[in-house]
């Protein structure tokens, strides 16, 4: 680590805490590895997303206030998962008090993938992956954060996941038909509209087995947790891992 180097907080969403702890220490691993001072706040809770989708943001004040004064004091906020940031950044609730720390936070925190290549400007990982690995882009992530170019949209094709993967020894990036499409996870919406969520998970799974995908990762365990309970369901061959977990394991 560098004398200089960053002092990185890092940002666990609720549900990667609870089901799938291996993302969060994965993550911490990586950001070390290249070169980052990193603590894990214990005082963090939820950021509130949940609720606010639910219609309820004006009760997720408090627990805005509570992450604005917990967090604003790091020179960065990472965390493994695009929907969380997005979150934090534009749709969290403006705290009374404390609008010039929020503003300044909001641009201190970034998904994964977004800090590796935009503020550590990594461009190329050197490591070991020797799988045919599929890429789901999630909705926020992708449209919310811009961390990949939409095919609605006509621009130059980017993908700063893809940026830090294709460049593994070994890795075969599989190419699908619908690279941009969304899983029917949603949060709430795979609740109240199941059907829909499950048929939208179904045909997002079909083009990664029509292609031969064998890892299936991406930047948010909520969407990749959607998918792997059809999956499992279904008894289809399939694996799941977060990038941070193929990113950690590659260059370990």
Known sequence: MKPDSPHIALFIPC?????YPKVGIASLELLEKLGCKVTYPQGQTCCGQPLANAGYERDTVGTTRHFIELFREFDYVVAPSGSCVLH???HSPSVPGLE???AELHHKVFELTEFITDILQVEKLDGKFPH???FH????GQRGLRLASSSEL???PFNKARKLLENLEGLEWVELSRTDECC???????VTEEALSIRMGKDRLEDHLSHKTEILTGGDMSCIMHLQGIATRNNQNLKFLHIAEILNQAIS
């Open 88 to 90: 934090v950044k534009e």
């Open 132 to 134: 045919r690995v599929g």
């Open 154 to 156: 006509n621009q130059t």
């Open 15 to 19: 549900y990667v805490d609870q089901f």
């Open 184 to 190: 029917g996870f949603g949060g709430t919406f795979a």
């Open 137 to 140: 882009a999630s909705c926020h």
């Open 100 to 102: 010039k720390e929020q």
